[in-house]
């Protein structure tokens, strides 16, 4: 069914703050915003079903402000509701005790989460009007939690399927185009496993990790005779193990010891296969990276409205997009995050040897503006429409980066 919701502007976590749409070149400006209502509309599918067991999701901006939550579905009922991350504007919330004074902002936080408690799966669609289930406390109103996203966390954990299944699971997962896929599974920097890999006839090949960090290691800079090689070994065994097999092989991840071999006091059992499942997942749900040939450009229709996006790889490169859709045209995009190798190109004025890098991601979004969505499936091949500059070929511009990111704004949903 058809619900129409209506949504007030969200302010920031702790102030009267938001910030305001901004080119590739603009600092995001804070400035105080009226309430104010936007309708919405969402399909809301009751009849949609989950599998049973945990899901994890993530919300993040690079590192500026995340949300990680957890939580568990039994027969469609939301259950054991969780921040495993809560992180804002340098603030982690998950922190804060009684008497400080942000604690009102962690107690409606955690009002969302008792209010979803026990509740069927479509509820997590009330987090678009938080003032309706969140208490105004000490000056903080409940309107001004940014229940968006805590649902695209949600929705990003539905999407990547179970974490930790309870029983028995499909391992029905369709057929997938041939080409290079990248996704990623990460908390706030204190993990994070990035995957790439490739399909041929639904068959896996190729696979490796572009990042695979967790408690402040870089277990891809670890070698021989470290104390945690055993650990880089046992990855790289789960890798092997998956090169060449059927896609649905990846579902073996949930019970790792069963083909993993214990080292050194580090059993197979103990690897985390549920996050590099996770990884593979957001990577099919993001589509082609590099597609091997021709490809589809069919997209669903979606619902009029604000989405954003993410594509990022620890910190070390983020694309952060908001765009609106409108009769499945694309509109007023811009870049929340700009980041590579320590640049961080919305900061990069005129003048500045990368400055014509700037340049040319803004010519993407002006190539966008109006266009009917599928256009998004240009960005692989940016160098038609993007001009060169100073030495700087349209060519080397990363468009599947920025798709990557406008497709998880898709399938986050409604923002």
């Given at each position: 069914?058809?619900?129409?919701?209506?949504?007030?502007?969200?302010?920031a976590?702790?102030?009267?703050?938001?910030?305001?749409?901004c080119?590739?070149?603009?600092e995001?400006?804070?400035?105080?915003v009226?309430?104010?209502?936007?309708?919405?509309?969402?399909?809301?599918?009751?009849?949609?079903?989950?599998?049973?067991?945990?899901?994890?999701?993530?919300?993040?901006?690079?590192?500026?402000?995340?949300?990680?939550?957890?939580?568990?579905?039994?027969?469609?009922?939301l259950?054991?509701?969780?921040y495993?991350?809560?992180?804002?504007g340098?603030?982690?919330?998950?922190?804060?005790?009684?008497?400080?004074?942000?604690?009102?902002?962690?107690?409606?936080?955690?009002?969302?989460?008792?209010?979803?408690?026990?509740?069927?799966?479509?509820?997590?669609?009330?987090?678009?009007?938080?003032?309706?289930?969140?208490?105004?406390?000490?000056?903080?109103t409940?309107?001004?939690?940014?229940?968006?996203?805590?649902?695209?966390?949600?929705?990003?954990?539905?999407?990547?399927?179970?974490?930790?299944?309870?029983?028995?699971?499909?391992?029905?997962?369709?057929?997938?185009?041939?080409?290079?896929?990248?996704?990623?599974?990460?908390?706030?920097?204190?993990?994070?496993?990035?995957?790439?890999?490739?399909?041929?006839?639904?068959?896996?090949?190729?696979?490796?990790?572009?990042?695979?960090?967790?408690?402040?290691?870089?277990?891809?800079?670890?070698?021989?005779?470290?104390?945690l090689?055993?650990?880089?070994?046992?990855?790289?065994?789960?890798l092997?193990?998956?090169?060449?097999?059927p896609?649905?092989?990846?579902?073996?991840?949930?019970?790792?010891?069963?083909?993993?071999?214990?080292?050194?006091?580090f059993?197979?059992?103990?690897?985390?296969?549920?996050?590099?499942?996770?990884?593979?997942?957001?990577?099919?749900?993001?589509?082609?990276?590099?597609?091997?040939?021709?490809?589809?450009?069919?997209?669903?229709?979606?619902?009029?409205?604000?989405?954003?996006?993410?594509?990022?790889?620890?910190?070390?490169?983020?694309?952060?997009?908001?765009?609106?859709?409108?009769?499945n045209?694309?509109?007023?995009?811009?870049?929340?995050?700009?980041?590579?190798?320590?640049?961080?190109?919305?900061?990069?004025?005129?003048?500045h040897?990368?400055?014509?890098?700037?340049?040319q991601?803004?010519h993407?979004?002006?190539?966008?503006?109006?266009?009917?969505?599928?256009?998004?499936?240009?960005?692989?091949?940016?160098?038609?429409?993007?001009?060169d500059?100073?030495?700087?070929?349209?060519?080397?511009?990363?468009?599947?980066?920025i798709?990557?990111?406008?497709?998880?704004?898709l399938?986050r949903?409604?923002?």
């Amino acid at each position: 069914m058809k619900k129409i919701l209506s949504m007030g502007l969200v302010l920031a976590l702790s102030s009267g703050l938001v910030l305001s749409g901004c080119t590739a070149t603009e600092e995001p400006k804070e400035e105080v915003v009226a309430a104010e209502e936007t309708v919405v509309e969402e399909v809301v599918d009751a009849t949609a079903s989950y599998e049973d067991g945990r899901y994890r999701g993530i919300y993040e901006d690079r590192g500026v402000q995340q949300v990680s939550i957890q939580f568990h579905v039994e027969d469609n009922i939301l259950t054991d509701l969780s921040y495993r991350h809560l992180f804002h504007g340098g603030n982690d919330y998950r922190q804060i005790e009684e008497g400080h004074e942000l604690y009102p902002v962690v107690v409606q936080h955690q009002q969302i989460l008792e209010y979803l408690e026990g509740k069927p799966v479509e509820a997590m669609y009330d987090l678009y009007t938080p003032g309706d289930m969140v208490e105004d406390i000490d000056g903080f109103t409940g309107a001004t939690i940014r229940g968006s996203k805590i649902l695209s966390a949600m929705q990003d954990g539905l999407n990547r399927g179970l974490y930790t299944p309870a029983g028995d699971f499909s391992r029905d997962l369709g057929g997938y185009e041939d080409g290079r896929y990248r996704g990623v599974f990460g908390d706030r920097g204190d993990q994070q496993v990035s995957i790439q890999f490739h399909l041929e006839d639904n068959v896996l090949t190729d696979l490796s990790y572009r990042h695979l960090y967790h408690s402040g290691n870089d277990y891809r800079q670890i070698e021989e005779g470290h104390e945690l090689y055993p650990v880089v070994v046992q990855h790289q065994d789960m890798l092997d193990y998956l090169e060449g097999k059927p896609l649905e092989a990846i579902f073996d991840l949930y019970t790792p010891g069963d083909f993993i071999e214990d080292i050194d006091g580090f059993t197979g059992a103990t690897i985390r296969g549920n996050k590099v499942l996770s990884a593979i997942r957001d990577g099919l749900n993001r589509g082609l990276y590099t597609p091997a040939g021709d490809f589809s450009r069919d997209l669903e229709a979606y619902e009029d409205g604000r989405y954003r996006g993410i594509f990022g790889d620890r910190g070390a490169q983020q694309v952060s997009i908001q765009f609106h859709l409108e009769d499945n045209h694309i509109k007023d995009l811009s870049y929340r995050h700009l980041y590579h190798s320590g640049n961080d190109y919305r900061q990069i004025e005129e003048g500045h040897e990368l400055y014509p890098v700037v340049v040319q991601h803004q010519h993407i979004l002006e190539y966008l503006e109006g266009k009917p969505l599928a256009t998004i499936f240009d960005l692989y091949t940016p160098g038609d429409f993007v001009e060169d500059i100073d030495s700087f070929t349209g060519a080397t511009i990363r468009g599947n980066k920025i798709l990557s990111a406008i497709k998880d704004g898709l399938n986050r949903g409604i923002y």
